[in-house]
């Protein structure tokens, strides 16, 4: 009966820290090169459907997009990626050119000819 137990009590402690595993997770801060509501909608949108991210908020003042995700099921280069592939730099990651001659001017960096103020 001791042994059938400890076996039971051995398997609730695995269970207990393996769930603690799976809930653990990370965050992370990427400037990003957003300009207006669009763009935190879009960034916002993307990362809600990348696999792993938990939560993503996009900050306008500083450009900061902060991401809490689970480490076991995306990397910080897949999020950067995801960033990209919607038009906007992500740190030293720049945009993909197709999805960022697709942005709206106001979404464009100021730098650009084509970017205009709302």
């Given at each position: 009966?001791?042994?059938?137990?400890?076996?039971?009590?051995?398997?609730?402690v695995?269970?207990?820290?393996?769930?603690?595993?799976?809930?653990?997770t990370e965050?992370?801060?990427?400037?990003?090169?957003?300009?207006?509501?669009?763009?935190?909608?879009?960034?916002?949108?993307?990362?809600?459907?990348?696999?792993?991210?938990?939560n993503?908020d996009?900050?306008l003042?500083?450009?900061?997009?902060?991401?809490?995700?689970?480490?076991?099921?995306?990397?910080?280069e897949?999020?950067?990626?995801?960033i990209?592939?919607?038009?906007?730099?992500?740190?030293?990651?720049?945009?993909?050119?197709k999805?960022?001659?697709?942005?709206?001017?106001c979404?464009?960096?100021?730098?650009?000819?084509?970017?205009?103020?709302?």
């Amino acid at each position: 009966m001791k042994k059938i137990l400890s076996i039971v009590a051995m398997i609730a402690v695995f269970s207990v820290s393996m769930a603690a595993a799976q809930k653990k997770t990370e965050e992370i801060k990427i400037k990003t090169s957003a300009q207006c509501e669009m763009c935190k909608t879009r960034i916002e949108t993307a990362m809600a459907y990348e696999k792993g991210v938990v939560n993503s908020d996009l900050n306008l003042v500083d450009k900061v997009l902060t991401v809490t995700y689970k480490p076991g099921k995306t990397t910080p280069e897949k999020i950067r990626k995801a960033i990209n592939a919607v038009g906007y730099d992500a740190d030293e990651t720049l945009a993909d050119p197709k999805a960022y001659a697709a942005l709206s001017p106001c979404c464009k960096k100021p730098d650009d000819p084509d970017h205009v103020d709302h």
